[in-house]
């Protein structure tokens, strides 16, 4: 059973930065992408940022870009959601997914794509 363990998550004003982190716990996958998605309260959860197994391809939404950055670990167990210049709208709880997968470059942005996912931790941005 493998299970995803985050961390990161808190209060923080708005522009202000947070970092999340996320590991694979209990059976070790040979390759596998990871993706974080975040879900608002009354709202779907959605995709925030995707990277492959070695990390050499990420994906972003659109709401994102250029101000959180997806990265792995030099381990590649670990990836990392550094999150800049928050805002109020990205207040949501943050989930944590990853999959196996054969294409060592190939990253993945739906959330039906993954087959395990964290707990989720909260991220409060206050105005």
């Known amino acids: 059973q493998v299970q995803l363990v985050e961390s990161g998550g808190g209060l923080v004003q708005a522009g202000g930065s947070l970092r999340l982190s996320c590991a694979p716990s209990?059976?070790?996958?040979?390759?596998?992408?990871m993706g974080w998605f975040r879900q608002a309260p009354g709202k779907e959860r959605e995709f925030v940022a995707a990277?492959?197994?070695?990390?050499?391809?990420?994906d972003y939404a659109d709401s994102v870009k250029g101000r959180f950055t997806i990265s792995r670990g030099n381990a590649k167990n670990t990836v990392y959601l550094q999150m800049n210049s928050l805002k109020p709208e990205d207040t949501a709880v943050y989930y944590c997914?990853?999959?196996?997968?054969?294409?060592?470059?190939?990253?993945?942005?739906?959330?039906?794509?993954?087959?395990?996912w964290g707990q989720g931790t909260q991220v409060t941005v206050s105005s």
């Open positions: 209990g059976r070790t996958f040979t390759m596998y992408a």
């Open positions: 997914a990853a999959r196996t997968t054969y294409y060592s470059d190939i990253y993945y942005s739906r959330a039906y794509d993954y087959d395990y």
């Open positions: 990277i492959s197994w070695t990390g050499g391809s990420t």
